[in-house]
């Protein structure tokens, strides 16, 4: 009797979750198709090969329920990625699912990897990150990058200090790809899509045009 029980439970949940993931999508198409942009259930192609981020962490990858199109004059897309941790064995086996929400901008031209995120005790003991000549902003972010050169003219001082304002300040960024990236755990929410992405193009605007022309002097342009 306590095994049926426990089937029904699961189907009427599985149900439910059905239900509102075509409730959820249905209102992004519409959503997308008002401002002219396009919509996909999945986006498989979205964090492919990205190492930084929540990309390449644990298994059963998946970018899903993805809008795209134009904003400020730049492509931009906003996705929600999913991945899998499975930790234990046998009868300890445990996964556990995390959902991000993701938005990002195309870049005029590909960065070397660039990541900030917020410091906190064990990165700032045990992390590997690249100090800046601002303490305050070391002590708030931690900063990562495979060319310094190119981290330190895309961080400086007046990027720092947009940085530093609350809005931004512990938020999760992202130069990879040809892209930049922002990130939140969590479930989409197309609330605040327009907001990160105009924050993301802040960002860009801050930077300077010479980042952009050495970027195209190492491809050979």
Do not use: C
């Not at 599985?14 to 993931?21: D, G, M, P």
């Not at 530093?164 to 989409?188: H, K, S, T, V």
């Not at 990160?196 to 195209?216: C, H, I, N, S």
């Amino acid at each position: 009797m306590i095994l049926l029980l426990v089937i029904a439970v699961a189907i009427v949940v599985a149900v439910r979750t059905r239900r509102r993931t075509r409730e959820r999508r249905a209102g992004l198409r519409a959503w997308a198709h008002a401002r002219g942009w396009s919509y996909a259930d999945d986006a498989p192609r979205l964090g492919s090969g990205l190492r930084g981020g929540p990309f390449g962490t644990g298994h059963s990858r998946s970018a899903t329920e993805a809008v795209w199109g134009t904003y400020a004059d730049r492509p931009a897309v906003s996705f929600r990625y999913t991945y899998k941790v499975t930790s234990g064995s046998g009868k300890n086996r445990r996964t556990r699912t995390y959902h991000h929400h993701v938005l990002a901008l195309e870049l005029p031209e590909r960065l070397p990897y660039i990541e900030l995120s917020a410091e906190n005790f064990l990165t700032r003991t045990f992390g590997n990150d690249i100090e800046l000549e601002h303490h305050a902003f070391n002590d708030a972010w931690r900063v990562r990058g495979e060319d310094r050169r190119t981290t330190y003219d895309v961080v400086h001082p007046q990027m720092m200090e947009r940085l530093m304002r609350p809005d931004l300040r512990g938020a999760n960024l992202l130069y990879e790809g040809g892209r930049i990236f922002l990130w939140r755990r969590g479930q989409p929410d197309q609330a605040v899509i327009d907001t990160g992405l105009r924050r993301l193009t802040e960002l860009l605007d801050l930077t300077p045009e010479f980042v952009w022309d050495d970027a195209r002097n190492r491809r050979g342009d």
